[in-house]
């Protein structure tokens, strides 16, 4: 139990600082450190972050950071996509939701890498379409509830990019909507799956705690740093858990019977580290040259 209360406040810190993450530590904790069953983990981390999600929002609520209108549609569309996503779940194996856990990792690490345009500063340009909250949040519930994961990191960039919110904004309203349908997932998935509730009640309690401590270390640590950081470290993540669940069945499908399962290990590993590389070296060019606004003599004036 002291493991985990330990390891518990990485999650909570994660959600503090990024505003987002906390499924991708906690899934890999219970799974590879606690040695919980993987959908069991699945429904617990759900659980897990919802709990904390919902008292990070609190916190950012009483600093006019959470925009409810846009929050609560988008985190009902939301319930509905995880529900259905965490009723699927019971029909995928435990190794499949783990592959699918690993590629939302990579994803996730991609977007943090490439970062996000600021938008720090500006007014708000008005609530998001109503059609659009609706369809996205059916799509990134979905996703949270089927495998766990994809909350913030996916919810942020919506809300800043299209609803033109400042990041702070976007981020408080970001984790009322990853608490809702984390709940929603879990009760999808808490019908087939048995949780250790003197665990959950551990990690939950630790990762609260991780979310104050994460909140007043934002003003210490460059948030463009952290978001680097952290993305490598998802991306050694995903290769871990690519390497460890391409199993028997999954060579055979794929020819690689032969292969030892150390090349495949080297082979995740080096192809997650491709990814992240070839993303790095885009944005250093992208910032070296960034584009200008046009002049009047470039538009021929």
Known sequence: MILAAVLSVLIGVSLGLLGGGGSILTVPILVYALGVDPKTAIATSLLVVGTTSLVAAIQHARRGNVRYRTGLIFGVAGMAGAFGGGILAGFISGTVLLLLFAAIMVATAVAMLRGRRSVEGQEPQGELPVGRIVVDGLVVGAVTGLVGAGGGFLVVPALALLGGLSMPVAIGTS???????????????????????????????????????????????????????????????????????????????LGLDAVPQWALSLAAAGAVALVGVGVSLVQKARAAHPPGPVSAASAGE
Do not use: Q
């Open 175 to 253: 984790l009322l909507v990853i608490a809702l349908k984390s709940f929603a997932g879990f009760a999808g998935h808490v019908s087939h799956v048995e949780i250790d509730w003197a665990l959950t009640g551990v990690v939950t309690g630790a990762a609260v705690a991780g979310s104050f401590a994460g909140a007043r270390m934002v003003s210490l640590i460059s948030p463009d740093k952290l978001r680097r950081g952290f993305a490598w470290f998802v991306l050694t993540m995903a290769a871990y858990i690519l390497s460890n669940n391409l199993g028997d069945t999954v060579r055979g499908a």
